[in-house]
């Protein structure tokens, strides 16, 4: 079965820093999905990357898939206290597949 | 706005006392999802439904059951919680056309006394 390895697992920043938060997997990944969950809440979708090489980004967030689609970079230019939050990625098992698996999430603090 | 809606925000029940709990959606999504999630681990998927196929993993407990009775509701059944069944229980939808995001509701955060 595919697992997603989250690195860092936590990760305390000074407001304004720029910071990476890495997502790699063990089978080559189908659909690779960025979410947010702040504490107690529910999962907010990010942005999704398919093809190899793929970058996206949303306003100060930018997240891309290697050209071997078994890694993705989710990076944060500037952060504010904003973007504090958990970050979990999540992939397409089987390419195709409605279900989701999901990495273990990296804590972000942001301090002012 | 269009939205997933679960409800309540917080349950408390007994150990062993049947626990309901819902959620709504008014995408008009055809796929929807039960998840569990425990203190600092990934949202693990316990059974989904596309429109009324019910789709079961194939390690979810058989004390936990669900329903789908129409388009916009579902609902999560816990026959007999145990002290491990405490967690964070997520609900989310999709479109079922191939790579598209889940959109979440805020979760039901269960205990057990």
């Known amino acids: 079965s595919q697992e997603l390895e989250q690195s860092p697992q936590s990760l305390i920043v000074q407001e304004g820093k720029n910071l990476t938060i890495n997502c790699t997997s063990s089978?080559?990944?189908?659909?690779l999905y960025w979410y947010k969950q702040k504490y107690g809440e529910g999962l907010i979708f990010l942005m999704m990357l398919q093809k190899g090489g793929e970058e996206k980004s949303h306003e100060k967030i930018t997240a891309k898939l290697d050209e071997k689609k078994q890694q993705s970079s989710l990076h944060i230019t500037a952060s504010q206290p904003s973007h504090a939050g958990i970050y979990l990625c999540?992939?397409?098992?089987?390419?195709?597949?409605?279900?989701?698996?999901f990495g273990k999430g990296t804590k972000l603090t942001v301090n002012p | 706005d269009a939205m997933v809606i679960q409800n309540p925000r917080y349950q408390v029940t007994q150990f062993g006392k049947p626990v309901t709990l819902s959620c709504s959606q008014t995408?008009?999504?055809?796929?929807m999802y039960w998840y569990q999630q425990k203190s600092s681990q990934a949202p693990k998927l316990l059974f989904h439904?596309?429109?009324?196929?019910?789709?079961n993993e194939a390690d979810t407990p058989d004390n936990f059951q669900s329903r789908r009775p129409n388009t916009s509701f579902c609902f999560l059944d816990i026959r007999s919680p145990g002290l491990g069944d405490a967690a964070m229980y997520l609900c989310a939808t999709s479109r079922w056309e191939g790579n598209q995001p889940q959109h979440f509701g805020d979760g039901t955060r269960l205990s057990i006394l």
């Open positions: 439904y596309y429109d009324k196929d019910f789709n």
């Open positions: 999540g992939a397409d098992p089987q390419g195709g597949s409605e279900k989701l698996v």
């Open positions: 995408l008009n999504h055809n796929v």
């Open positions: 089978k080559t990944l189908y659909g």
